[in-house]
């Protein structure tokens, strides 16, 4: 077992609480994930919030998708820690340097997004420039509302795999 799965392990409840609503900002899975350790492995703690994901009611996706700011944009929601604004911030740099007129044209997309589906756009970013994040976000207004939800619920897995694996150092 790694020294910072381990170090996560001894918290107190509150505390790991905490740090898991870093990774994922649901308090049912942060919860969830606090309630089952101790984890064998890193990699089945991975899996493990991969699967927490997955097992969410749509208002648990909806309290994670308040913490995260719109693509393109870096202000953090007031309630979010400062460690997830940095991670945000990190995890958008490919939106950072973009051409002003895809960024323009990702903030009225974000505003179409929210106006059709009631929520923020979600996408894992990292990795992605903002060119691509905008041809998803088009495509992705096409989607029922079902498939858009089930379609944010991969991808805030893939944000929260991401930033489990940050947490433990490996980022």
Known sequence: MSSRLEWLGSLSLEDAESQLLTCCASRRWARKMVANRPYA???????????????????????????????????????????????????????????????????????EYENHFGHVFLIRASGRNAAEMLAELRRRLRNSPVAEQAQVKIELADITALRIRKLLGHI
Not at 44 to 55: D, K, Q, W
Not at 71 to 78: L, V
Request: overall charge negative.
């Open 41 to 111: 492995s890193e990699s089945a703690f991975i899996e493990a919030g991969a699967t927490g994901v997955a097992e969410l009611e749509w208002s648990d996706v909806e309290e994670a998708l308040s913490a995260h700011p719109r693509i393109g944009e870096r202000q953090a929601k007031a309630e979010t820690s400062a460690q997830e604004d940095k991670w945000s911030k990190q995890e958008q740099a490919g939106a950072a340097d973009a051409d002003p007129k895809v960024l323009a044209e990702l903030a009225a997309g974000n505003v």
